[in-house]
């Protein structure tokens, strides 16, 4: 993760190149029942922003992080995301599926880079984005307007297809023939179960 991260440390001078410090924001929970993982991703974000400080010691240039508590609740998240608006446009995080859905779409309209470090949900690994404006053009209908444009999330971790592809992989490599799953109720969950069921029937394991 902290090699990814270096390399958002050196896009982020192409956004800021006359700047002489340079802000990422971070979202990340620090509370409630997923601040562990919180905790590391921040450490890791803070360790690769102290390797590319001292890289480019003399240079005129300083990374400085804006870390935001989103204590995993997508709404928060959001709020979370348009604070940092006005600080800056790259942003490491958030951690679940669910905050990135959330964000997505302010995001994808001001041009906010998010780097997300664990979102596995094949819906979120998309080259395109679109999105409909509807409203009622007279009293029996309503007219909608779609928009596509390039998606600013992107993600560290491979996608639920990537990871289920490998798992079956394994199974298929130890022999096994019928496969119990227990997941997490949540879209990390749902993708990653989905996306092991589909490609183990089609390699004729039984769920």
Known sequence: MRVVLL???AL????YASANV?????????????SQYGLDMVNAVEMAAEDVNKMCAGRGVTFELVVKDTAGDPDQALQKVKELYNVTRLIVGPLTDEELFRIRPFANVNHTLIIS??????ELALAN??????WRYDYWSIKCNETTMPDWIYRISPNATMQARAIVDLLHYLGVRRVAMVYSSNRWGWSLASAIEAEARRRGIAV
């Not at 984005?129 to 509807?134: G, I």
């Open 7 to 9: 390399a958002l440390f």
């Open 12 to 15: 982020s001078l192409a956004f």
């Open 22 to 34: 340079i802000k990422i924001g971070v979202l990340a929970p620090l509370s409630g029942s997923l």
């Open 117 to 122: 470090p664990t979102s596995v949900d094949d």
């Open 129 to 134: 984005w679109t999105y409909r404006t509807c």
